[in-house]
Each structure stands twice: as structure tokens, then as C-alpha cells.
């Protein structure tokens, strides 16, 4: 059972960023071929939203290290501890990322709360045009005379016999062959 544990461990990541890489391509090839226009493909721009993001806030959390005064140091601003302790709540909170050396130096890079906004913003604008591909989709069905799908894509109205209607039983196949295989006499004969 370990050999399987770590296995999953193993090939996780490679899984994931796997699932990133085609995400990333099935979003690039579907902006050129009209992918927008089916529901299902908005879930590749939220893969790579939510990557993105992920990946960002990340980058941001970590920007200070687990020792923030040499990190200051590093960068060369000054580290002020008596700021540091007034303002302690700031490093803590989840948004806007702040990790500040002094009143002025962060060591947050200045694109992550602004990438982060965006990403807030986009998700929401797939979900909307997700709704907009499949409400559009549906109204073209719907003027074409084509039944409504079940969620298996199935038609919902029994299937390809349900929409031909009563079918004469000579019209089955070749005069004397019923359906499963079954003999009966012609029709007037």
C-alpha cells in the first residue's frame, strides 16, 4: 500500500501541472476556433484562472521568507521593528498581501494583489459566459426544431423510433423477416 501511496505522491504534481499545460492550450486553440460559443469550454479558462491565481497568491505569501528581517536586508530596506509590531495583523491577512519592512518597503512583488484582482474578476466572467454559450446554444436548438438533450445526450423524446412513428411491419426489411429475426406471413399474402 505505500508503493501506491507514494506513487500518487510521485505523479501528483505532474498530474496537475499536466492538466495546467493542456487547460493552457485547449484556452489559446479555443479563442481562435470560436470555443467560447460551447458551454464545456469555459472550464479550460478556469483551470488556468485558478492556476494562475493559486501560483500568484503563493509568489505573495511567501515573498518575505521565514526570516523577514534578513529578507529585508537582502533587498536593502530598512527594517523597522517598532512598524513591524504596530502593523503585525498585516502579514497575517489573506487579501491585499502585505509584508512590509518599514512604512514604505513591501516585500510583496507589486503584480500579485493586482493579478489576484483580476483573476476575482474573470472567474465570475466565466461562469457568465458559460451561462450566455449554453442559453444561446439552447435557443438555436430550440429554433431549429431539435428535441431538448437529456443530461446523458440522449433525446428526451424516447429516441430515433419515437420520433418515426408507427412503422408498418413489411416495411422491416425484406418481405417475410420480421424484427429479431422472426418469421410471419407478408402483408396480404
Same mark, same amino acid.
Given at each position: 500500500?505505500?508503493?501506491v501511496?507514494?506513487?500518487?505522491?510521485a505523479?501528483?504534481p505532474?498530474?496537475?501541472?499536466?492538466?495546467?499545460?493542456?487547460?493552457?492550450?485547449?484556452?489559446?486553440?479555443?479563442?481562435?476556433?470560436?470555443?467560447?460559443? /460551447?458551454?464545456?469550454?469555459?472550464i479550460?479558462?478556469?483551470v488556468?484562472?485558478?492556476?494562475?491565481?493559486?501560483?500568484?497568491?503563493?509568489?505573495?505569501?511567501?515573498?518575505?521568507?521565514?526570516?523577514?528581517?534578513?529578507?529585508?536586508?537582502?533587498?536593502?530596506?530598512?527594517?523597522?521593528?517598532?512598524?513591524?509590531?504596530?502593523h503585525?495583523?498585516?502579514?497575517? /491577512?489573506?487579501?491585499?498581501l502585505?509584508?512590509?519592512?518599514?512604512?514604505?518597503?513591501?516585500?510583496?512583488?507589486?503584480?500579485?494583489?493586482?493579478?489576484?484582482?483580476?483573476?476575482a474578476?474573470?472567474?465570475?466572467?466565466?461562469?457568465v459566459?458559460?451561462?450566455?454559450?449554453?442559453?444561446i446554444?439552447? /435557443?438555436?436548438r430550440?429554433?431549429?426544431?431539435?428535441p431538448?438533450?437529456?443530461?446523458a445526450?440522449v433525446?428526451?423524446?424516447?429516441?430515433?423510433?419515437? /420520433?418515426?412513428?408507427?412503422?408498418?411491419?413489411g416495411?422491416?426489411?425484406?418481405?417475410?423477416?420480421?424484427?429479431?429475426?422472426?418469421?410471419?406471413a407478408p402483408?396480404?399474402?
Amino acid at each position: 500500500m505505500e508503493s501506491v501511496t507514494s506513487l500518487i505522491t510521485a505523479f501528483s504534481p505532474l498530474l496537475v501541472v499536466g492538466v495546467f499545460l493542456l487547460s493552457v492550450w485547449k484556452t489559446g486553440r479555443g479563442l481562435f476556433t470560436r470555443g467560447w460559443e /460551447r458551454p464545456g469550454w469555459w472550464i479550460f479558462p478556469v483551470v488556468v484562472l485558478v492556476g494562475v491565481g493559486f501560483v500568484t497568491w503563493i509568489i505573495g505569501v511567501f515573498s518575505g521568507g521565514f526570516d523577514v528581517r534578513e529578507a529585508c536586508g537582502e533587498r536593502g530596506f530598512t527594517y523597522d521593528s517598532r512598524y513591524r509590531g504596530e502593523h503585525r495583523q498585516e502579514a497575517a /491577512r489573506w487579501f491585499p498581501l502585505r509584508n512590509k519592512c518599514n512604512a514604505n518597503d513591501d516585500l510583496v512583488p507589486v503584480f500579485v494583489n493586482p493579478t489576484l484582482v483580476a483573476v476575482a474578476v474573470l472567474l465570475p466572467g466565466c461562469a457568465v459566459g458559460a451561462g450566455r454559450a449554453a442559453l444561446i446554444t439552447w /435557443r438555436r436548438r430550440r429554433r431549429r426544431g431539435c428535441p431538448p438533450r437529456s443530461p446523458a445526450g440522449v433525446p428526451s423524446d424516447g429516441g430515433v423510433g419515437a /420520433r418515426l412513428g408507427p412503422v408498418d411491419a413489411g416495411a422491416v426489411g425484406p418481405a417475410g423477416s420480421g424484427p429479431a429475426g422472426r418469421r410471419f406471413a407478408p402483408p396480404g399474402g
